[in-house]
């Protein structure tokens, strides 16, 4: 469980500092995200791009572990 939880920590860390280049493709942007933008402010939801990720991440677990 450890080992599993640091994996998917550094995951995280990794997405996150690829996410500029991720944008580029088209991630991050999916219909299903969420954007709300006002005068003074902007809020931002991933919720397609995360699933996406999710369901991105789980294959890869499942077939690691075949």
Do not use: C, H
Not at 27 to 56: C, H, K, M, Q
């Amino acid at each position: 469980m450890t080992r599993t939880l640091v994996i998917l920590g550094i995951l995280i860390i990794l997405i996150g500092l690829l996410w500029p280049w991720l944008q580029k493709i088209g991630l991050g942007r999916l219909p299903g995200d969420i954007a709300i933008e006002r005068e003074n402010f902007r809020f931002y939801f991933p919720l397609t791009s995360s699933v996406v990720i999710s369901l991105l991440i789980s294959l890869l677990i499942w077939l690691f572990r075949r």
